[in-house]
């Protein structure tokens, strides 16, 4: 079945550096690809999608690429902050899937210090 | 719009007592999510509806756990009776699904249950 892999953290990183969040995906269909992030006590929050080949997806300094060739949809960022500390959530949907259900990645935690 | 909505936002209770969580996802979606946050098993898909009809329930736990959907404004999520083990974040979503849907699920802020 469909499934999404994405590196294990946590990722520990200083202000102003660059950031990498591997994820891949399996997927039988033609899938839309979405990153979720989780601050601390707070739920899932959209932070960019994709829904087809070579899209990128882009929001607050965050970009995914969309790779059919490689299955991925790693997520980068040029600058981190301290405010970026969460955890991040990659996903995939069938595209035009009349459910919208949801495949989740593990999640990965980033933690960003001063 | 309010966005999702989700309570109790806390709930502590005795083992062996029912519990029942509430959800009202945003107005003009059609599906609706229930999820379980544990640090030991992530997030997990418990069950989702359609149209107010349960699409997949394969991830309810056990018995125990049962959800309803009586119109499209309201869910509910039952626990009888509950253990300790049930204790976690458990998160409501829904989405509009469809012919030009975006897939997007929004997440509700989440009811913190701790099962003593």
Redesign the interface.
Known sequence: GDSVTQMEGPVTLSEEAFLTINCTYTATGYPSLFWYVQYPGEGLQLLLKATKADDKGSNKGFEATYRKETTSFHLEKGSVQVSDSAVYFCALSDYGGATNKLIFGTGTLLAVQP | DAG?IQSPRHEVTEMGQEVTLRCKPISGHN?L?WYRQTMMR??E?LI?F?NNVP??DSGMPEDRFSAKMPNASFSTLKIQPSEPRDSAVY?C?S?????G??????????TRLTVL
């Open positions: 999702v599906s999510f992530g997030l898909l989702y359609n699409i997949d998160f979503a989405s509009f699904a469809g012919r849907g975006r897939n997007e699920q929004f997440f509700g802020p989440g």
